[in-house]
C-alpha cells in the first residue's frame, strides 16, 4: 500500500528545540526567518485556491472566526464565574476542526476530546446550545449536565466530546466499523490530541481498523503539548504519522495552520474510506495559544514562544491571502468580523436567559430503565 507520510519538519518551525526540549524564543535576527516561513505559507495557500469558489473560502474564513470570538467569549464567561468546571479553549487551532469537517457531509461522524468547542460548531451545532451546555442550562446540548467535556448533538452526527484522554479513539473505530457492517459510504473523523497516541487504545484502535478495513480517518492534533509536558519529553518517536506504518495504514503529515491544507489531506482519507473502506491517519501539526485549560497559567513556555507562532495564527494567514488574492476587503473582513460577534452576543444572551435543569434531571439518562426516586424511598 502506498503511504503519504511526509517529511517530519514542520512548516511551522517547530523542530527548532531548545536542550530543555522546550521550543526555542527566536532571537530578533531571526525575524526575517519568520517573515520568510510566513510569505511561503501563504503562497502554498494561494495555490490551494485554484478551483475553490468564492463562497467557500469565505465561509471557511467564517467559521474559524467565530470559533476563535466564540471562544475568547467562553473565557470572559469563565473568568466572571458563568462557567463551571474544566474549560479547555480551541484558540489557535481552528484551521484544523474547520479544514477537516468542510471535507465532509453532514451525515458522516465526528468524535473528539474534551477541547472540542470549535468541533461543534464546526460540525454544525448552534452557537446558542453550545454556549448553554457550558453555562450549565437546560437548554445545553446535554441539557446542561455535560458541560464544556461533553458536547454531544445526534441531528449533525458530533458524537461527543469525550473527557478521557485516548476514550473517544475505539468508540470512532466502532462508529466506523458499524458504517461498513451497514453497508453506508459514511466515514467517521476521530479527533485527538497527541498525548493520546501514547495510549493503548490507540494503537488497538489502529491496528483493528487496518486489519478490518473500516473508514475511520485518525486526525492527531498535534498542538506539541500534553497539559504542561512537551512532546519530546513524553514520546520516543515524535513523527506520528510515522507509527502508521506499524499497522500499513496511509498517512500523512499536515500543517495544521492552513486550513486549505487540512481540508486537501482530509478529501484524500475521506475518498480512501468511502471508496475502499480504508482508514488514514493524519498527524495535523499545529499550536494551542492559551493554556491547556482556563486554569493553567502555562509557565512551561515562554511569551516569545508563543508569539513565534502567533506568526502563523491560521485566521490571520488566511485573511491576508483573501485579501491579497482580491476576494475580500477590509470592509468585508469587518462586516464578517460584526456579524460573528453578534452571533456569540446572541449566544450568551441565550445561556443567561435559560434555565437550569430541574432537580429530576439528576435521575435521567443514567440507566436504561429511569429511576423513579420517590418510589424507591416508598419501597
Known amino acids: ?68 470570538r ?8 469563565y473568568s466572571a464565574g458563568k462557567i463551571g468546571g474544566f474549560c479547555h479553549l480551541y484558540i489557535g487551532q481552528e484551521a484544523v476542526a474547520v479544514g477537516a469537517i468542510s471535507a465532509i457531509r453532514k451525515d458522516d461522524y465526528v468524535l473528539a476530546s474534551y477541547r472540542e468547542h470549535g468541533h461543534a460548531l464546526a460540525k454544525g451545532m448552534s452557537a446558542e446550545s453550545i454556549m448553554a ?23 449533525v452526527n458530533l458524537l461527543g466530546g469525550h473527557a478521557i484522554v485516548g476514550g473517544q479513539i475505539p468508540l470512532a473505530t466502532g462508529t466506523a466499523f458499524a458504517s461498513k457492517y451497514q453497508g453506508t459510504d459514511q466515514v467517521t473523523l476521530c479527533f485527538f490530541g497527541e498525548a493520546a497516541v501514547n495510549q493503548g487504545a490507540f494503537h488497538e484502535s ?35 504519522a510515522q507509527k502508521a506504518c506499524a499497522y500499513e495504514m496511509a498517512s500523512e503529515f499536515v500543517d495544521g495552520m492552513d486550513v486549505l491544507a487540512v481540508r486537501e489531506a482530509t478529501q484524500r482519507a475521506v475518498e480512501r474510506g468511502r471508496k475502499d473502506y480504508l482508514p488514514t491517519l493524519l498527524e495535523v501539526r499545529t499550536y494551542r495559544f492559551m493554556g491547556h485549560s482556563m486554569s493553567d497559567p502555562g509557565n512551561y513556555r515562554t511569551r516569545a514562544e508563543i508569539e513565534k507562532y502567533q506568526e502563523r495564527d491560521p485566521i490571520k494567514l488566511f485573511s491576508a491571502t483573501l485579501k491579497e488574492e482580491g476576494i475580500v476587503d477590509d470592509q468585508q473582513l469587518e462586516q464578517i468580523d460584526h456579524e460573528v460577534r453578534e452571533e456569540v452576543e446572541r449566544a450568551v444572551r441565550f445561556a443567561d436567559e435559560s434555565p437550569a435543569p430541574a432537580a429530576e434531571e439528576l435521575y435521567t439518562e443514567i440507566y436504561a430503565n429511569p429511576i423513579k426516586p420517590n418510589q424507591n424511598k416508598a419501597q
Request: with cysteine; aromatic share 6%.
Open 133 to 155: 451546555e457550558l453555562f450549565g442550562k437546560a437548554t445545553g446540548c446535554s441539557k446542561g449536565k455535560g458541560g464544556s467535556m461533553h458536547m454531544f448533538d445526534r441531528e
Open 1 to 68: 500500500m502506498s503511504k503519504q507520510t511526509a517529511a517530519s519538519s514542520s512548516a511551522a518551525g517547530a523542530d527548532e528545540k531548545g536542550s530543555a526540549g522546550v521550543i526555542d524564543a527566536p532571537a530578533e535576527a531571526d525575524r526575517k526567518t519568520l517573515t520568510r516561513d510566513r510569505d511561503t505559507a501563504k503562497e502554498q495557500q494561494r495555490n490551494r485556491l485554484s478551483g475553490l469558489d468564492n463562497e467557500t473560502v469565505i465561509g471557511l474564513y467564517r467559521q474559524m472566526l467565530l470559533i476563535r
Open 206 to 240: 489502529l491496528n483493528m481498523a487496518q486489519l478490518w478495513k473500516v473508514p475511520c480517518i485518525y486526525i492527531c492534533e498535534n498542538n506539541q503539548y500534553g497539559m504542561g509536558t512537551s512532546l519530546e519529553r513524553a514520546m520516543s518517536l515524535r513523527d506520528i
Open 70 to 77: 466564540f471562544e475568547e467569549k467562553a473565557a470572559e464567561a
